[in-house]
């Protein structure tokens, strides 16, 4: 539920423009969407980052803007901090989710799963090689060195 006084294109605006903070201070909770786990290409796990890929359930528009944010990521009631890529697929035009898990190797294929935005940090980059990828990632884990406090009141 939102701030009554706040008109909702001020937080969709928000959330189109990478500024998630101050949506989520407006909405008095963090944006959150839902997906399921399936499996991908494992490209990440190649290059020493496994990925959870997700088909989002939630059932609400996309609207988020493209790109990186640190995340936190619910699975069967446990917190993850992490740093979630959202692109856009070329040929599909398909909203796709990469989402990298701190301190975390289960199997989780196939289970539904909650990622609260918390802050964005970069646009997409394009690659032409997969240790391209891994610099770049092992550059955007610093990321999660600034980790949020979460405010537990905020999670949905």
Request: charged share 20%; with cysteine.
């Amino acid at each position: 539920m939102t701030n009554n006084n706040i008109p909702n294109l001020e937080i969709l605006s928000l959330l189109q423009t990478g500024l998630i903070e101050k949506a989520n201070n407006l909405l008095n909770y963090y944006y959150y969407l839902e997906g399921k786990v399936l499996h991908g290409n494992k490209q990440g796990r190649k290059i020493g980052f496994p990925t959870l890929n997700l088909k989002f359930i939630t059932k609400k528009p996309f609207i988020l803007k493209i790109g990186c944010y640190v995340t936190l990521t619910q699975i069967k009631n446990q917190n993850y901090f992490g740093l979630t890529c959202v692109l856009q697929a070329k040929t599909t035009n398909d909203i796709l989710c990469e989402n990298w898990l701190q301190d975390f190797s289960q199997n989780v294929y196939g289970q539904n799963v909650k990622i609260y935005f918390l802050r964005f940090y970069r646009k997409n980059v394009i690659f032409s090689s997969l240790k391209q990828i891994q610099n770049l990632i092992k550059n955007d884990v610093k990321e999660l060195k600034k980790k949020p406090k979460i405010n537990k009141k905020m999670l949905k």
